[in-house]
Nanobody, 122 residues
Framework: QVQLVESGGGSVQAGGSLRLSCAAS????????MGWFRQGPGKEREGVVF????????NTADSAKGRFTISRDNGKNTVYLQMNSLKPEDTAMYYC???????????????WGQGTQVTVSS
């Protein structure tokens, strides 16, 4: 079993930045891919960005390219999401995820965090 705990959400004005963290515990050796999904008000859940444990390979949604960066500290079992140039449409609950494969398909996610709210005001 794996537990994922997010932190770092909050409220920010458009153009600002936030850094989310996700600490993993439990059977972390199986966490080949970690990343982030989000769900905005009235929207479907969508994949944002993912990274394999070996690093170097990331998948980033078009909406996040150039603004969001994922990084991973395997020694600390922690993944980070640096979000810059935030827009009101980035407002959502952000969920840390772990899966055997990196994919934008939420059905492949094996573990979900409880979520952390990000609110961007104009």
């Amino acid at each position: 079993q794996v537990q994922l705990v997010e932190s770092g959400g909050g409220s920010v004005q458009a153009g600002g930045s936030l850094r989310l963290s996700c600490a993993a515990s439990g059977s972390t050796a199986t966490l080949n891919c970690m990343g982030w999904f989000r769900q905005g008000p009235g929207k479907e859940r969508e994949g944002v960005v993912f990274m394999y444990s070996g690093g170097g390979i990331t998948n980033t949604a078009d909406s996040a390219k150039g603004r969001f960066t994922i990084s991973r500290d395997n020694g600390k079992n922690t993944v980070y999401l640096q979000m810059n140039s935030l827009k009101p449409e980035d407002t959502a609950m952000y969920y840390c995820t772990a899966a055997p494969l990196c994919s934008f398909d939420s059905r492949l996610v094996r573990y979900w965090g409880q979520g952390t709210q990000v609110t961007v005001s104009s």
